[in-house]
């Protein structure tokens, strides 16, 4: 018997591509990661939640490297978290970063970040 999937509900606020902010999180030196994922969650998420036009906010705590492909497997390099922040489309994305809340969030992220990877994608769901 084949599993049902339950629908997509990503794209169910009327937009058929999102635009994506994903950023790798690199904790502040000397930081533990339990500290570290506790700011993210408990003091960082309440604010970057209010960001305007944010459709979509997920935090992702990394737990292994793979070594994939022959891709390198250093925890040295291994970010401690995965940001996605998702727009209905490069406009929205703009807006909100110009605005205060979005401001008020960069300026949090030095209080548990050393260093931060930003990606900027269009999102295709495919399943």
């Known amino acids: 018997m ?21 950023s790798l999180l690199y904790r502040k030196e000397g930081m533990s990661l339990d500290a570290f994922r506790k700011h993210w969650r408990e003091v960082h998420a309440p604010i970057a939640s209010r960001m305007p036009g944010l459709r979509s906010y997920v935090q992702q705590d990394v737990t292994a490297v793979l070594g994939l492909l022959g891709g390198a497997t250093s925890t040295a390099a291994q970010p401690d978290g995965i940001a996605e ?6 406009e929205a994305s703009k807006a909100s970063l110009a605005s205060p809340e979005s401001r008020e969030a960069v300026n949090d992220l030095s209080n548990f970040c050393r260093a931060i990877s930003t990606f900027v994608v269009n999102v295709r769901r495919i399943v």
């Open 85 to 90: 922040l998702s727009f209905d489309n490069d």
């Open 2 to 22: 084949s599993e049902k999937r339950r629908p997509a509900t990503y794209f169910d606020k009327g937009a058929t591509t999102r635009v994506t902010r994903i």
